[in-house]
């Protein structure tokens, strides 16, 4: 909503909105896009997944792979079909086209090749131990890719009409790959948005390309031995304050891979991100981070940073995390959204006041940590429960009981398929 109260200067979040304003369709909270606020009609189109044609892909040109089998080249397998949706300034969005995967024509003059105007999503469709298959709370993926389109001067859209079409896409490739033959197996959707307009010069793209594939993607929540973190290089961070470390844009990604591979090389999976002098913990990877510590005062806490100076991702599974463990374990875990720094962490472990330590996101879902360096410390994380924590599992298992339709639950939303 607009606030008329605002300062001046708070220029990110007023032009944000200023870019939602000029939306009918979303400044009415409305997907029809024929009313202006000021009851004008709008000749720029909204998105409207109602709208979506259909070309099918030849359903016995390929064969579904197994999952391990698909997940070992160097390839991402996509499933038949795509969801393309063209913008330009002048008419707005086009026809949402379902389409056979393939790849997409772009001038090499495109603004996203140049100036990283591109963001993205990343969700999966669960097929369930009753057969349903899932999406997992898709409302939220689908608001935060509004909020990173508009962090980099892309189009506006209504994210329900987003959801909608993740959900046809599923509709239709849900089936052929992602039978019910396999229950407990998912697919990735990856929505994204590119600014496409074919000129030079630092401008916001007049022309854009919204895109929705799925794919197979290896299971990354159980590796042997847990999560093995590594803390960023001194001279490096992966966002700081004022920047835009909490869209999901790919601006974001491609700069980290440096400290990542090194870390790789000396056998740990990810970076613990740090930031600021005093160290405060962030983010594992592109997952968020928590930790399960004990305080010098003996109140068990689910710890993790805090959303508010917009150094994080606002992660679905955080969000999910967060609600459970305050919902089912109130008893016996405090929820705690507070910054925190590796120092703490790392004088709890001395103390043996440290209990389990987990990366939480789409990809790598509930992923046990088994160990942190930092500098010449090496932190190790008790994992009591077999390959994880006590938590740790608990509230894994919570999230994938909706998942996959052990529970039924207002965050599973059950796709209609064809
Ligand atoms: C995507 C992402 C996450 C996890 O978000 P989910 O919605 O839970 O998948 C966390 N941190 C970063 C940096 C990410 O890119």
Known sequence: MLSQNRPAEDLTETAMEHKIAAQPALANGKANGTNGTNGTASS???????????????????????????????ETICTDHMITVAWNASTG???????????????????????????????????????????????????????????????AFDPAELEKLILALMAVDGPKWLPRSRPGSYLYLRPAVIGTQPQLGVQAPKAALLFITASFMPRLDVPAGGMRLHTNPEDMVRAWVGGFGYAKV???????????????????????????????????????????????????????????????????????????????????????????????????????????????????????VSQIRHRDHDVHIPMVKGESGLYTAKIKSFISDIMYGNVQHPWGVVVDEQ
């Open 93 to 155: 969005w086009a026809t949402p086209e379902l389409r056979p995967y393939g790849p997409l024509s772009l001038m090499p003059t495109a603004s996203v090749l140049h100036y990283a105007t591109e963001c993205f999503e990343g969700l999966k469709a669960y097929r369930g131990h009753d057969g349903a298959l899932r999406l997992f709370r898709p409302d939220l993926n689908a608001r935060r890719m509004l909020m990173s389109t508009l962090r980099i001067s892309l189009p």
């Open 44 to 74: 720029i189109a909204p998105l409207d997944a109602s709208k979506l044609t259909i070309q099918r892909a030849d359903p016995t040109a390929r064969e579904v792979p197994d999952e391990v089998a698909a997940c070992s080249g160097n």
């Open 250 to 368: 790919g601006a974001n990604y491609g700069p980290s891979l440096l400290a990542t591979n090194e870390a790789r090389q000396r056998g740990f999976g990810q970076i613990l991100w740090l930031y600021g002098p005093e160290g405060f913990c962030t983010e594992a990877g592109a997952s968020n981070f928590f930790v399960v510590w004990r305080s010098r005062e003996g109140q068990l806490q689910l710890v993790t940073a805090p959303l508010d100076d917009k150094l994080i991702l606002d992660g679905v599974t955080r969000r999910s995390v967060v609600q459970l463990a305050k919902e089912r374990l109130a008893d016996e875990v405090e929820v705690v959204e507070r910054k925190y720094t590796i120092d703490e962490v790392v004088e709890a472990s001395k103390e043996g006041r440290l209990v389990e330590a987990f990366a939480a996101g789409t990809a790598f879902f509930i992923c046990p």
